[in-house]
């Protein structure tokens, strides 16, 4: 069985197989996913921060997966990722 990649809009509530095109053409108040998510799926209607706390930048939403990225970066993923690992400098 072929996993479901329909999706209910939470604007209008109808199942849509394609989200991005569905609300690009119906609801012309929301000019892509990332303003659709923050409006209606974001628990906090911001964007968050990156995970690396020193970081305090905004990750780029991934439209795909209907979700921001964790980190800003992959010089932050790298670094978080590594955090416990000192690194000799020099
Ligand atoms: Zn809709
Ligand atoms: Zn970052």
Redesign the pocket.
Known sequence: MAASTYHSCMICKKEVNRLKYHILKEHKDIPDLETYFLKYLSQTGVPPK?D?PA?N?TPSFDVRGMRYNR???VK?SNKQTNFTIKRVSG
Do not use: L
Request: with cysteine; proline share 0%; charged share 25%.
């Open positions: 990156c690396r970081c930048k980190f800003c970066s932050c």
